[in-house]
T-cell receptor, first 114, second 113 residues
Framework: GENVEQHPSTLSVQEGDSAVIKCTYS??????FPWYKQELGKRPQLIID?????GEKKDQRIAVTLNKTAKHFSLHITETQPEDSAVYFC?????????????FGKGTKLSVIP | NAGVTQTPKFRVLKTGQSMTLLCAQD?????MYWYRQDPGMGLRLIHY???????AKGEVPDGYNVSRLKKQNFLLGLESAAPSQTSVYFC????????????FGPGTRLTVT
């Protein structure tokens, strides 16, 4: 099955700086890669996703890049703000026959220091 | 729309006791999932369902059972709770398997003493 590894496990940045979280996956057939944000005590919520036919996707201050050859994808947050402090999870999914589940990384705790 | 709801929000059990966690969604989603979240372990899939009357095992199914008698409900049962099952449990649902967002419930914090 799919294995998703996520680095770093913790990340501290100064407000206004950029943050980058990286994930690698094992199954070359995976073709969907979402990122979820989980604030303390809350449920995970999707913030951005990318499909394998796209190399990069942006949504305001967040962007995701995908390198299918190297089997890794990254989340980039620019101009970080205190409200970006949360745990971020990457995930991978293969949407072919018989596949119905996401495999999550173990999470990155991002702290934005004012 | 309430989205995905979970009952109860908190529960404390003694070792050996049983309980059922209820997940309900009002979005007419076909797929539903139960995850457990432990510190440093991310979200691990316990069981999932691809439609009413169907269930399947995920990554960590031992000690849990599930049922999906109605499309909108997905139940997670612990027959004989163990301290290792102390965790936060999240239910999620999605429209189809094909690359759609999973919507999560608010979670149930379970402590087994």
């Amino acid at each position: 099955g799919e294995n998703v590894e996520q680095h770093p496990s913790t990340l501290s940045v100064q407000e206004g700086d950029s943050a980058v979280i990286k994930c690698t996956y094992s199954d070359s057939a995976s073709n969907y890669f979402p990122w979820y944000k989980q604030e303390l005590g809350k449920r995970p919520q999707l913030i951005i996703d990318i499909r394998s036919n796209v190399g990069e996707k942006k949504d305001q201050r967040i962007a995701v890049t995908l390198n299918k050859t190297a089997k890794h994808f990254s989340l980039h947050i620019t101009e970080t703000q205190p409200e970006d402090s949360a745990v971020y999870f990457c995930a991978g999914q293969y949407s072919g026959a018989g596949s119905y589940q996401l495999t999550f990384g173990k999470g990155t705790k991002l702290s934005v220091i004012p | 729309n309430a989205g995905v709801t979970q009952t109860p929000k908190f529960r404390v059990l003694k070792t050996g006791q049983s309980m059922t966690l209820l997940c309900a969604q009002d979005m007419n989603h076909e797929y539903m999932y139960w995850y457990r979240q432990d510190p440093g372990m991310g979200l691990r899939l316990i069981h999932y369902s691809v439609g009413e009357g169907t269930t399947a095992k995920g990554e960590v199914p031992d000690g849990y059972n599930v049922s999906r008698l109605k499309k909108q409900n997905f139940l997670l049962g612990l027959e004989s709770a163990a301290p290792s099952q102390t965790s936060v449990y999240f239910c999620a649902s999605t429209y189809s398997r094909a690359l759609y967002e999973q919507y999560f419930g608010p979670g149930t914090r379970l402590t087994v003493t």
